[in-house]
């Protein structure tokens, strides 16, 4: 069916469609980060609850190690500065190809608006 | 194929297919949330069989707490209750879709009942 | 293209089409089975290594719980034996569905060779 | 479509498939790979950190058991060499798979480059 488009076109379409799955791996990628960040708010808010002497471990890969609660505030407080940048950044990207979508999607409609009528 | 269906029969098709898609997701949350159910009795009943004193750490992202059986006790029950409302809620939510699904598939019949014979 | 073969024959690929997705369903539990048993038996290793004395801690749902060599050594061994039998009640389930597979692909091949030659 | 394709070309686009499968299924597995080497790094990072009197838990399966940090650091790096071996034999697969896969497809386009023209 598309083989009966013009070029110029079907190179619109296709765009568009390159468009969505880059839009769709930022969302993915958000999402990731959007989870990392809400577990560590939760393990920051129970830091927060926990006495200064208690004993906390943290876990990197498959190992756990004895820290404290000083310590751990601020690696989190950290952490979590870094996740929101990125998140940030993320943003950016998706309203930049959000943009590029949009702009495209115009010029696909001018573009049928001149097609020849079906038919006829 | 579907191009030759009447526009209110590729209308309710499409509702039919977007009222799946809904009912898929429910399905998939509410196994995500009897999955952590699961878990937390699990985790629950292996609380009840330790002794009071038992050393006892629960992970909150990648941190683990020192605490005590009681306090454990207390927030793994209050845990499965906010998750039982949410599951109940959700199979409402199921039910509510499921219901509406078998609305409109009779409705298409109907429709359905109502086109000219093909061919003929 | 299906809309031209013979109902029968319509009915039998149907059929081969569903055996295969509970062969794949069964494929996948089994190796989910089989993840938690190597899981396990490297556990059960790293138990057996460890010193009567040795401190560990076992994880259920979010919880850790504090416990022993011997105890552990108990609850891991029942544990292989629980998931050796679901792996042989699953291998017994692909067995039968392959069965019925290459049954089924042999009465098709039968109904194939029936239908009238095309074209003609 | 393809069944108007002569049978030679059908085959090496058949392979040429299975190719792109076989490339699939290794960058996965190498992904996976590359992601728990990036684990294991972050451990021994924070075990070199750790002083020598440390208390340091190790993950096998559902337990945790009480380690030191000269026995870690041994693990780790063995882990991390036998998966870094592991990544370069997975390379080689993929070069091999990639060579395989130019290959097919010089052939391919002479095979297209000698069809018949289309309509004529």
Chains 1, 2, 3, 4 share one sequence.
Do not use: C, H
């Not at 471990?57 to 404290?68: D, H, I, P, T």
Request: charge should be neutral; hydrophobic fraction near 35%.
């Amino acid at each position: 069916m598309s083989g009966e488009l013009p070029p110029q076109i079907q190179n619109q379409l296709a765009q568009l469609q390159q468009l969505q799955q880059q839009a769709q791996a930022v969302m993915t990628q958000k999402g990731q980060i959007e989870g990392l960040i809400r577990e560590t708010e939760a393990a920051l808010k129970e830091l927060e609850k926990s006495p200064d002497d208690a004993v906390i471990y943290k876990s990197v890969g498959e190992l756990l190690f004895k820290s404290e609660k000083p310590k751990l505030l601020e690696e989190l407080k950290e952490r979590t500065d870094m996740m929101d940048i990125r998140l940030k950044t993320m943003a950016k990207q998706e309203e930049r190809i959000q943009g590029r979508f949009n702009q495209l999607q115009e010029q696909l409609k001018i573009s049928l608006g001149q097609m020849p009528p079906k038919g006829g």
